[in-house]
């Protein structure tokens, strides 16, 4: 158990409907960290935020936003969904000089 | 553009034998790099890292090795279980500035057969 806790574990959805994904760090991780991996992909980088805070930005589309709140929880908004949307999301915290913890992810299909 | 490849999708060994996991990249900016174990439903679990300063780092069965000239690294598995198979991920960073943002390769799908 790494520590980090994702839900939902699946989630289907329609074509042009929005989303939230929410992700629980490890207990005193500032840094949440939010990849998506699509089929025969690796994990691709998203966005990172650091207590509360935006730190960084990959390949985030402008239909997708992110958030971190006070507890540092955070939470994926997927909007205007399309088919290939589809993928496993990944959350991961991680402290200062400590390798990323991943949770187990939510699957995302949009039919 | 892929920073890091992982070329091998796939690869299939004899349980007691040796497996080897091999990662190249591209980015000479990359000096901090990652070894990544998954399970199917579960995340990805932390297994070995290496800076690159050293060009070896060891921990138990698991041996990475850095060679910066090529920009290579492998995971060496001695002796490989049936526990091990799994997907493993190749993973970098540029230690430089402020950001941790890890680039992750494709993934090596390893089955040990008993």
Request: with cysteine; glycine share 8%; aromatic share 12%.
């Amino acid at each position: 158990d790494s520590g980090v806790t994702q839900t939902p574990k699946h989630l289907i959805t329609a074509t042009g409907q929005r989303v939230t994904l929410r992700c629980s760090p490890r207990s005193g991780d500032l840094s949440v960290y939010w990849y998506q991996q699509s089929l025969d992909q690796g994990l691709q980088f998203l966005i990172q935020y650091y207590n509360g805070e935006e730190r960084a930005k990959g390949n985030i589309l402008e239909r997708f936003s992110a958030q971190q709140f006070p507890d540092l929880h955070s939470e994926l908004n997927l909007s205007s969904l399309e088919l290939g949307d589809s993928a496993l999301y990944f959350c991961a915290s991680r402290s200062s000089n400590s390798p990323l913890h991943f949770g187990n992810g939510t699957r995302l299909t949009v039919t | 553009d892929q920073q890091v490849k992982q070329n091998s999708p796939s690869l299939s060994v004899q349980e007691g034998r040796i497996s080897i996991l091999n990662c190249d990249y591209t980015n000479s900016m990359f000096d901090y790099f990652l070894w990544y174990k998954k399970y199917p439903a579960e995340g990805p679990t932390f297994l070995i890292s290496i800076s690159s300063i050293k060009d070896k780092n060891e921990d138990g069965r698991f041996t990475v090795f850095l060679n910066k000239s090529a920009k290579h690294l492998s995971l060496h598995i001695v002796p490989s279980q049936p526990g091990d198979s799994a997907v493993y991920f190749c993973a970098a960073d540029s230690t430089v500035g402020s950001n941790y943002k890890l680039t992750f390769g494709k993934g090596t799908l390893l089955t040990v057969n008993p």
